[in-house]
């Protein structure tokens, strides 16, 4: 049975920091890339970042650059979001998502090349 499931989430003021993990199971999570999306209430999910089975290669959307950093232990099955300097346009419920193959292409963000999806962790910034 597919399991991803994030945790982490919370209330932060502006420039605080906070660590996502997502733990998954039930399909070979070392041969997925794996991504972490958001969504804010009345927008489109949008991809944060990507990494590759390796970890060597990764992407990040041009707004969190810079501030998270993402991070994989296959060994543990768990992906990692580091989220630094946050800022309250980052408030959002965050979503991590196994890849259908196991690069983070150019084409990264888009929801249709994952296909294992959490059911999120709400990230709250205040100013």
């Known amino acids: 049975q597919v399991q991803v499931v994030e945790s982490g989430g919370g209330l932060v003021q502006a420039g605080g920091s906070l660590r996502l993990a997502c733990t998954a199971s039930?399909?070979?999570?070392?041969?997925?890339?794996m991504g972490w999306f958001r969504q804010a209430p009345g927008k489109e999910r949008e991809g944060v970042s990507c990494?590759?089975?390796?970890?060597?290669?990764?992407y990040y959307a041009a707004s969190v650059k810079g501030r998270f950093t993402i991070t994989r232990d296959n060994a543990k099955k768990t992906l990692y979001l580091q989220m630094s300097n946050l800022k309250p346009e980052d408030t959002a419920m965050y979503y991590c998502?196994?890849?259908?193959?196991?690069?983070?292409?150019?084409?990264?963000?888009?929801?249709?090349?994952?296909?294992?999806w959490g059911q999120g962790t709400q990230v709250t910034v205040s100013s």
């Open positions: 998502a196994a890849g259908r193959t196991g690069s983070c292409l150019v084409s990264w963000s888009n929801i249709s090349r994952y296909n294992y």
């Open positions: 039930g399909f070979a999570v070392d041969d997925r890339a």
């Open positions: 990494i590759n089975t390796s970890g060597l290669t990764i």
